[in-house]
């Protein structure tokens, strides 16, 4: 019995056992777009795969930048010309070397925004040369400008094959001139019918609210007024009283009342 368990759990588990994942490939020097400028200890690398490069595929670009022992270095920023493609992938790393030199790589996955010549602007790096006790100022290296061919998704060998549309067309109706007329006519009816009943209803709902509210305002007028002690004043009280009659017929009418 000890036996079959035994089995049975080294069964289980190579059966459970994870499986490695298929290996990156490595692209090939002949399938590497380079480019390398050079300006005095500076120097810097941009390298693009695969030169064959279909809508969807990723697209590897790889910006190396090297600088003498006493150099500072400042890479582009995250994304900065690199036109419309759209960057899927971001990996800087930093490395300084035995000797005081500087290597820095910013690695991008891009996508294609869609097929034909499309073009990776110049990267812009600015360094200042500090290997003096003299005062320095920052110094740009620009690389080149890269323009890369974006081949669509149909093979450029294959054969299109157009084929007409299967059947006839269905025959136009012929439909008398009278017909069109009535139709028309009482489709302009229905419409203008509808405008009229919208019309009506939004309105009378517009002038019950008004009077609503104007009917509102002036009873809470009344009530403050009839709250308030003139003493002696009659004329304002009338006044303000009249002020009162005025608004809510202005309100609820819409005529101006002096």
Not at 23 to 45: F, M, N, Q, R, Y
Not at 150 to 169: F, Q
Not at 231 to 248: H, K, P, Q
């Amino acid at each position: 019995m000890r036996y079959f368990t035994f089995l049975f759990f080294l069964f289980a588990y190579q059966q459970s056992e994870p499986k490695s994942a298929d290996p990156v490939p490595v692209p090939t020097e002949e399938d590497i777009l380079s480019e390398v400028v050079e300006e005095g200890p500076v120097k810097a690398t941009i390298e693009i795969s695969p030169k064959e490069i279909r809508l969807g595929d990723p697209i590897q670009l790889k910006l190396s930048m090297y600088a003498d022992k006493g150099v500072d270095i400042i890479p582009p920023p995250f994304g900065e010309a690199l036109g419309r493609f759209q960057i899927s992938n971001f990996t800087p790393r930093s490395v300084t070397k035995d000797d005081g030199s500087k290597e820095i790589i910013q690695t991008y996955t891009l996508q294609a925004p869609m097929s034909g010549i499309q073009r990776i602007p110049a990267l812009r790096i600015v360094y200042t040369d500090n290997r003096n006790d003299t005062a320095t100022e920052e110094r740009e290296l620009l690389t080149e400008e890269i323009s890369l061919t974006i081949n669509g998704l149909l093979e450029k060998d294959v054969a299109m094959d157009w084929k007409p549309a299967r059947g006839t067309l269905v025959p136009k109706l012929n439909v008398p001139l009278w017909i069109r007329v009535v139709s028309a006519g009482g489709v302009l009816a229905l419409v203008f019918t509808g405008f009229l009943f919208y019309r009506r209803r939004y309105i009378s709902q517009q002038q019950a609210e008004r009077v609503q509210s104007a009917y509102q305002k002036a009873i809470e007028d009344l009530m403050l007024l009839t709250q308030t002690d003139f003493g002696s004043n009659t004329d304002r009280f009338y006044a303000e009283l009249s002020m009162i009659v005025r608004r809510y017929i202005e309100a609820k009418y819409g005529l101006h009342a002096p």
